[in-house]
């Protein structure tokens, strides 16, 4: 059962429980106990066991229980258990959710009471509790990103789980349901066995419901202010990494920015070596204690100008030259030569970023190619092997690779004149309605590196 602290789930363990064949065995992955407050073994399994090898305790519980063999857990338990879950279609799922704010509410409220359940209704004990918004976003974020990463692995492994929320835990045909689904036979009756605690409206739990008024208003429910992402994930492309074999420095190049001039700089320190395998570069790094690796951002404008002339002007990609032309009716000059005039290079290269944004967004039949995809994409690729120590800005570039040298002992050799590809130089077509243009199309590098309008 994937749940999280105040969302009934230990009523509707009881419930489980009390179904012929099923077993429960509480939250077996806790850090503090393994099954419930206080009990620190099970199955034979100490906690040092458990940590050794979970996976055991899980086999272990399989094995010793008659019929079907459960637990609960908890986002903020053994990670190393999701996994294997996840992938066993023969383990069936429940997901049980609760509004948030009201698990929130009555998390802090058992913290305050010390009472985390209830069997006899004069035991309640009662306390209003103080609404940090701040705490309460952090609360929200886990349980979404938890959620996600339930719902994406049940999605590709093409499993399903059994969804019941905590105000369906009371519904005797709801819990039935969840027979059926487990394969057992259902429940006469619910077990009455623990009692609803702080049952007030949930303003009335709080000693500031107003600022926790203003702090939900302020939350975006509906994920408006998101930029919808349809771009393919990226590989981290470690054979175009390059070496500076003697300085310990690393350059994870983004396609589109100043590869070539950072490269040159590199041959400052001596031999550059590159085509590394992924296994290559970690024993590369291994040798090389105190090595950093770095990237280098280039404004989106730029970046995308020179992708539009070097690859696309330049007949580099004939193939998707071809689909420009023919498909989306661009005006292109022959391959390898620039437009008459600046206006029609500027019309053109407005053309080029309509229709990045198309294919950025999987709305053309071209692949997305490095020189182009966003740089969001490009590091997060990059992270899927490991994320670089820095990321330096091209129109601050020589005081970044000098912090650099300096970061591994070394002097920075000076910055080599960047190459110039021959096509009509973006300062001569760049105005509002470019800038627009590019906002649209990388929208999600704007957010996230901060850019400005290009200032040349």
């Known amino acids: 059962m994937f749940a999280e602290m105040r ?9 489980l429980n009390a179904m012929p064949g099923v077993l429960c065995h509480g939250e077996v992955f806790n850090p503090h106990f393994i099954g419930k407050k206080d009990q620190t073994s099970l199955f034979g ?14 086999r272990a519980m399989r094995a010793q229980t008659k019929g079907i063999a459960g637990f609960r857990y908890f986002h903020d338990h053994d990670p190393r258990v999701v996994q294997p879950v996840l992938d066993d ?4 799922k429940i997901i049980l959710t609760r509004n948030p704010i009201e698990s929130y509410v009555s998390w802090k409220i058992a913290q305050e009471t010390g009472q985390w359940k209830l069997t006899n209704a004069k035991n309640l004990k009662t306390a209003q509790v103080r609404f940090d918004a701040a705490e309460f976003e952090a609360h929200v974020s886990a349980l979404q990103e938890f959620q996600v990463q339930l719902m ?52 009335q739990k709080v000693l500031n419901p107003d600022e926790m008024e203003r702090a939900l208003a302020r ?6 202010a998101r930029t919808p992402n349809f771009e393919p994930r990226r590989a981290p492309m470690v054979p175009q990494f390059l070496a500076a074999r003697r300085a310990g420095l690393l350059y994870m190049p983004v396609r589109g920015g100043p590869v070539a001039q950072v490269a040159e700089w590199l041959k400052g320190f001596g031999e550059v070596e590159g085509d590394f395998a992924q296994k290559t570069l970690r024993q590369w790094k291994k040798s090389r204690p105190g090595h950093r690796s770095f990237t280098v951002l280039r404004h989106p404008v730029a970046r995308a100008h020179d992708a539009f002339c070097t690859q696309i002007l330049s007949g580099s990609f004939a193939q998707i030259r071809e689909q420009m032309v023919k498909i989306h009716k661009f005006d292109l000059p022959p391959s390898g030569t620039d ?23 999987g709305q053309t039949s071209a ?3 490095a020189h182009w995809a966003s740089q969001v994409a490009v590091l997060q690729g990059f992270a899927t092997f490991q994320g670089p120590d820095l990321v330096l800005r091209e129109d601050r570039l020589a005081e970044g690779l000098a912090f650099l040298a300096a970061e591994v002992g070394q002097e920075a050799p000076d910055l080599p004149t960047a190459p110039v590809h021959g096509f009509k130089p973006l300062a001569d077509i760049y105005d509002a309605e470019v800038e627009t243009a590019m906002r649209e199309a990388y929208a999600r590098d704007y957010v996230a590196f901060g850019f400005s309008d290009w200032r040349g």
């Open 339 to 361: 437009y008459a005039d600046t206006a029609g290079h500027r019309a053109g290269f407005i053309s080029f970023l309509k229709w990045v944004r198309l294919n950025l967004s």
């Open 367 to 369: 692949r997305v190619d």
């Open 7 to 15: 969302t009934g789930s230990n009523f509707l363990e009881a419930n």
């Open 152 to 203: 994406h692995a049940l999605q590709v492994s093409g499993q399903t789980a059994f969804y019941i929320d905590y105000e369906d835990i009371n519904d005797l045909d709801v819990l039935n349901g969840l027979a059926g689904f487990l394969g057992v036979d259902g429940l006469a009756g619910l077990d009455d066995s623990l009692k609803k605690q702080n049952p007030e409206e949930i303003t």
């Open 45 to 58: 399994f100490s906690m040092t066991d458990r940590e050794a090898d979970p996976m055991a305790l899980v």
């Open 89 to 92: 279609p023969q383990c069936a």
């Open 219 to 224: 939350l975006d429910r509906f994920n408006l």
